[in-house]
Structure formats: structure tokens, C-alpha cells
């Protein structure tokens, strides 16, 4: 029980550090490939909650469910919806 918890928070730790890195060493947040272009704010809202529901995931697997990992239904609506957002934004950006 004990290794299950640590096996969480050190994949925790891991899933949020990779996060931070490819969204700050890379053009990922920002509206095009340019490192001038202005940062996107629904990539950083589709960045931000994939940052805090991940980790949070997996530290609900550790601590609470050991058998099966299970997402729970709030969550799952917090990133389609964030992720409708980013489709329609770029959507919206290519026809203009």
C-alpha cells in the first residue's frame, strides 16, 4: 500500500515537471510556431487543466482507488469542454 502511494506522487511529479517543460521550452501555449506570435489563452486554459487533472488523477488512484484507475465525470467534462474551446479558437483562427 505504502509503494502504491509513492509509485503516485513520483508520477505525479513526473506528469506536472513534463508538463511545465514542453509548455515553456516549446512554442506550445503560443498562437503559431513563432516565439514573437502572442501566447493562445485557450491552449494555456487546455494546458492548465490537463496540469491539474492529471496529476490529481493520479494521486486519486494512489490514495483512494489502488484496484482501478477510474476518471471521475466532472473531470472528464472540465477537458471537453476546454478542449471545444481550443477546437473552436483554432477554427476561428485559420478562417480569419
Known amino acids: 500500500m505504502v509503494t502504491i502511494k509513492s ?27 513563432s516565439k514573437t506570435s502572442p501566447y493562445s489563452f485557450s491552449r494555456f486554459q487546455l494546458w492548465l487543466w490537463t496540469l491539474i487533472i492529471c496529476p490529481a488523477f493520479v494521486l ?28 473552436t479558437a483554432g477554427i476561428v483562427t485559420a478562417t480569419q
Open 7 to 33: 509509485i503516485s506522487i513520483i508520477i505525479a511529479i513526473v506528469i506536472f515537471a513534463i508538463c511545465a517543460f514542453v509548455a515553456f521550452m516549446t512554442t506550445l501555449l503560443r498562437e503559431s510556431n
Open 60 to 87: 486519486n488512484w494512489g490514495f483512494k482507488n489502488t484496484n482501478l484507475p477510474q476518471i471521475n465525470q466532472t473531470s472528464l467534462i472540465l477537458l471537453g469542454i476546454t478542449v471545444g474551446i481550443t477546437l
